[in-house]
């Protein structure tokens, strides 16, 4: 919980800090053009002109806003699940920490994961901002893969066999926090 409220908090600051530099960083770079008087539209029409790009501007960001949120309670009763029945990190049978690394119970968290982000893979498909979500979900995905493929539940006799089950399933361990982190950057866009 600490770090998810650590997580906004930053957020929070970053998207304070990332809207401020960008409309300093839009009035220093677009000087105002040197017209004539009949150039220049009316106060009236321009403010017309303007009130019109801001409501067309704003419905699609408030659409993109709405699309992102779907995705967010899509996903969100998803990852609590996995992390109330696997546990998560240094908690989850898959910990490098823990013995139950090499059985069944982290093959079944790993099984969960991979079906997990699939589901998220599916749902960002085609849409924008979603960039390290994907790419948390691809790495979550392969890594639950390849712990299958080695057969890391019943402990590999080989050590290099049984170090590469534990990088694996260090990933798989962490799979669901970083999701959710994913997940709430994707709500800025990244």
């Known amino acids: 919980m600490k770090r998810y409220v650590w997580t906004m908090a930053a957020l929070a600051v970053c998207l304070v800090a990332c809207d401020t530099s960008s409309s300093a960083d839009r009035s220093a770079a677009s000087p105002a053009p040197h017209a004539s008087s ?29 699309e992102v949120e779907r995705v967010q309670q899509t996903l969100t009763p998803a990852l609590d699940e996995l992390s109330a029945s696997h546990g998560e990190g240094g908690k989850s049978p898959c910990s490098a920490a823990k013995a139950e690394l090499f059985t069944p119970s982290c093959a079944a968290m790993a099984k969960d994961v991979s079906t997990l982000a699939g589901t998220v893979l599916n ?28 057969d890391c539940a019943n402990r590999p006799a080989r050590l290099a066999t049984q170090e590469s089950c534990r990088r694996h399933a260090a990933v798989i361990a962490q799979a669901s926090p970083d999701l959710r982190d994913g997940v709430n950057l994707g709500l800025t866009g990244r």
């Open 123 to 150: 749902e960002v498909e085609g849409k924008h901002g979603f960039a390290t979500l994907r790419k948390v979900a691809t790495s979550a995905r392969e890594a639950a893969a390849q712990y299958a493929e080695l």
């Open 38 to 66: 009949s150039d220049s539209p009316s106060p009236a029409s321009a403010s017309a002109q303007a009130k019109g790009e801001g409501e067309a501007g704003a419905g699609a960001e408030s659409g993109a806003q709405a």
